[in-house]
């Protein structure tokens, strides 16, 4: 056991959700993710992975149950979180950099500081040739730079993200998945991640969540313990090879045909 | 350059070739002049009365495009309204589709018999039947936005006039143009069909509607010709100011609005 009790940075306890209609999405879902932590939740479709981002976020409440995130409910905490989506919902009407800016000036923040901000993180994404672009512009997976570029504009300590790269091909995902991890590396948020994605699960994560579902619930969780900084070369390692098979294995026994 | 004005070379080629036939009607049917002048008699006639016709056109324009304008404000307005809950829009949206089907040629009278004849009353008539495709059109744009953009705007505590102003608003704006362009199209229909009822308030001058009636009790049948033909173009000059201000507003980031591709 540890020495010093760390808070954990997102709470879960007993959480169950049920929406209009009865359907039961989770149930007594517990979970916690540690400060620093990638906890990716892979289950297959409809076993709640989308919904416990929506409950972490405040965006849907609970049916019942605790959830807290750095000790606060989600609403109070929402500040401190970005969300990035399976598209890249950037606002076509704007260029890229006053989409990257859209959550600051939302939360207030002047002119100047927030063309600052944006031009750092356009750079920081490796775009910052295209700021004045428009989205359309773009391609797929330009466009998911944007939007995380837009989440970690307003310097969050948690980063949700539902499925980010689902709609990309298969080179450009890894990549991402390797930008992601680059960025984590410089700016320590904490991560929850939703994927379907067997490789780009083990590739990012510290713990993966397996999910069963009807009801959503946890069904294992298997800690990934491949050192960082993780480049393209760990995806060709025997390591990472069964370290997949463990977590496929796990993710079949809890899907039943 | 050359592959627009093929197109463009294409429509001036239908256009001369239905004069021909038009003439050639004329010719191996011998119509008389007052039921069919020639195409010849037209142009004489436009020439030859053009200050009164463009009088009747600037007339017609005026209250085509007031009852437009007004239509626009007040169809962004009853829009904005609709777009705040589906429950006021299931309580006040059947009174739109009355206000679509309602027949304007019905209604005109009792229009004249409140306001007056004269360009009051057509402008109202203009209105109202272009209200209806903005109302619709619009709201569809304000409530269409997808959820996760709103999602979005929550994670950052955005305030409802945020919402609105940085979100629905500006989504809404194509779909605002589409209802536009098809009210600036019926906007002229209903002012002439508006002039024919409520014409004018002095005898001799009026909108185009207005002349047309007099020109066909005159069997002035060449003139009510180069009536028609103001008509459509004052139509054809709407349709194109209002694709301009689309393109103006939408070209940058805007699908629809781009200059379509030569294939």
């Given at each position: 056991m540890t020495e010093t009790f760390v808070a954990p940075q997102v709470e879960f306890a007993g959480v169950s959700k049920s929406y209009a209609g009865g359907r039961r999405v989770l149930d007594s879902f517990d979970l916690t993710v540690a400060k620093a932590e990638f906890v990716t939740l892979l289950g297959s479709s409809g076993c709640g992975k989308s919904t416990v981002l929506k409950l972490i976020s405040g965006l849907t409440p609970p049916s019942s149950g605790i959830i807290r995130i750095d000790g606060m409910t989600p609403k109070n905490a929402r500040e401190t979180v970005s969300y990035i989506?399976?598209?890249?919902?950037?606002?076509?009407?704007?260029?890229?950099?006053?989409?990257?800016?859209?959550?600051?000036?939302?939360?207030?923040?002047?002119?100047?500081?927030?063309?600052?901000?944006?031009?750092?993180?356009?750079?920081?994404?490796?775009?910052?040739?295209?700021?004045?672009?428009?989205?359309?512009?773009?391609?797929?997976?330009?466009?998911?730079?944007?939007?995380?570029?837009?989440?970690?504009?307003?310097?969050?300590?948690?980063?949700?993200?539902?499925?980010?790269?689902?709609?990309?091909?298969?080179?450009?995902?890894?990549?991402?998945?390797?930008?992601?991890?680059?960025?984590?590396?410089?700016?320590?948020?904490?991560?929850?991640?939703?994927?379907?994605?067997?490789?780009?699960?083990?590739?990012?994560?510290?713990?993966?969540?397996?999910l069963a579902s009807n009801p959503g619930r946890i069904h294992t969780v298997v800690p990934i313990e491949l050192p960082f900084p993780r480049t393209a070369a760990l995806r060709a390692s025997p390591e990472f090879a069964e370290m997949a098979l463990t977590v496929s294995r796990a993710l079949r026994e809890a899907s039943p045909p | 350059m050359r592959r627009r004005l093929i197109p463009l070379a294409n429509a001036l080629g239908v256009f001369a070739a239905l004069i021909?036939?038009?003439?050639?009607?004329?010719?191996?049917?011998?119509?008389?002049?007052?039921?069919?002048?020639?195409?010849?008699?037209?142009?004489?006639?436009?020439?030859?009365?053009?200050?009164?016709?463009?009088?009747?056109?600037?007339?017609?324009?005026?209250?085509?495009?007031?009852?437009?304008?007004?239509?626009?404000?007040?169809?962004?307005?009853?829009?904005?309204?609709?777009?705040?809950?589906?429950?006021?829009?299931?309580?006040?949206?059947?009174?739109?589709?009355?206000?679509?089907?309602?027949?304007?040629?019905?209604?005109?009278?009792?229009?004249?018999?409140?306001?007056?004849?004269?360009a009051a009353a057509v402008t109202l008539?203009?209105?109202?039947?272009?209200?209806?495709?903005?109302?619709?059109?619009?709201?569809?744009?304000?409530?269409?936005?997808?959820?996760?953009?709103?999602?979005?705007?929550?994670?950052?505590?955005?305030?409802?006039?945020?919402?609105?102003?940085?979100?629905?608003?500006?989504?809404?704006?194509?779909?605002?143009?589409?209802?536009?362009?098809?009210?600036?199209?019926?906007?002229?229909?209903?002012?002439?069909?508006?002039?024919?009822?409520?014409?004018?308030?002095?005898?001799?001058?009026?909108?185009?509607?207005y002349s047309i009636l007099y020109a066909s009790s005159q069997l002035q049948t060449d003139y009510l010709f180069a009536l028609v033909l103001a008509a459509t173009a004052l139509g054809f000059g709407f349709f194109f100011i209002v694709m301009f201000f689309e393109w103006y507003f939408l070209h940058r980031w805007h699908e629809s609005a781009r200059a379509p591709e030569t294939d």
């Open positions: 989506f399976q598209d890249a919902t950037l606002l076509p009407w704007r260029t890229v950099r006053q989409n990257v800016g859209l959550g600051l000036e939302l939360e207030g923040v002047n002119g100047d500081r927030r063309r600052q901000k944006s031009a750092a993180l356009l750079d920081l994404v490796g775009l910052g040739e295209v700021a004045g672009a428009y989205p359309r512009e773009l391609s797929g997976g330009m466009k998911m730079r944007v939007s995380i570029a837009r989440a970690l504009a307003t310097s969050p300590r948690l980063l949700l993200m539902d499925e980010p790269f689902a709609a990309l091909d298969e080179m450009t995902r890894d990549r991402m998945n390797e930008e992601l991890l680059r960025l984590r590396e410089e700016q320590q948020w904490t991560a929850v991640f939703v994927t379907h994605s067997v490789a780009e699960a083990v590739f990012l994560s510290t713990r993966i969540a397996i | 021909f036939l038009w003439q050639v009607v004329l010719w191996i049917f011998r119509v008389p002049p007052f039921m069919l002048p020639s195409p010849w008699a037209v142009a004489r006639a436009v020439i030859a009365r053009f200050p009164a016709l463009a009088t009747s056109l600037s007339i017609t324009a005026v209250e085509a495009g007031g009852g437009l304008l007004a239509s626009i404000v007040a169809g962004v307005v009853v829009a904005l309204i609709f777009a705040q809950s589906r429950w006021v829009r299931r309580m006040l949206y059947p009174y739109t589709i009355l206000l679509q089907t309602v027949p304007i040629v019905a209604i005109a009278p009792l229009i004249l018999m409140w306001v007056g004849a004269g008539i203009a209105f109202i039947i272009s209200l209806a495709p903005v109302i619709a059109n619009t709201t569809q744009g304000l409530i269409s936005v997808d959820e996760n953009l709103v999602h979005l705007f929550l994670m950052h505590n955005a305030s409802p006039r945020q919402l609105l102003f940085k979100l629905r608003l500006p989504h809404a704006v194509p779909s605002l143009f589409v209802g536009i362009r098809i009210a600036s199209g019926i906007s002229v229909i209903g002012a002439i069909t508006g002039e024919l009822y409520a014409g004018s308030s002095r005898v001799g001058v009026g909108g185009l509607g």
